[in-house]
């Protein structure tokens, strides 16, 4: 994706603290001359989004995204470290919603 020299990006993920799972990932790009979004409101917003999704945000966590998070590969929170780390490959025989 090509966007304006100047831009921001800010990403939240929303997490089960019990398992890492993610459960939505919210990315916010800032054009140049547009209002910035605090860490706060990008949570609130990424919030906003997955109840209007249908999941249940009380038990959710956030975590912030690094700026060169890659938003094509799945992703897990190591609940050791709190730190979002590439999932484990599936394997033949393993169902992803079992993850």
Do not use: C, F, N, W
């Not at 919030?47 to 060169?68: I, K, N, P, T, Y």
């Not at 938003?71 to 033949?92: E, N, W």
């Amino acid at each position: 994706m090509t966007v304006p020299d100047g831009t921001i990006s800010r990403g939240v993920a929303l997490y089960d603290p019990e398992t890492g799972h993610i459960a939505h990932i919210q990315r916010v790009m800032v054009l140049p001359g547009a209002p910035d979004l605090t860490p706060e409101q990008v949570v609130e917003r990424a919030h906003a989004h997955a109840r209007h999704g249908g999941h249940d945000v009380s038990r959710l966590q956030a975590v912030h995204l690094d700026d060169d998070h890659d938003y094509r590969m799945p992703h897990v929170v190591d609940l050791a470290t709190g730190s979002v780390v590439r999932s484990p490959k599936l394997g033949p025989g393993r169902d992803r919603a079992a993850d």
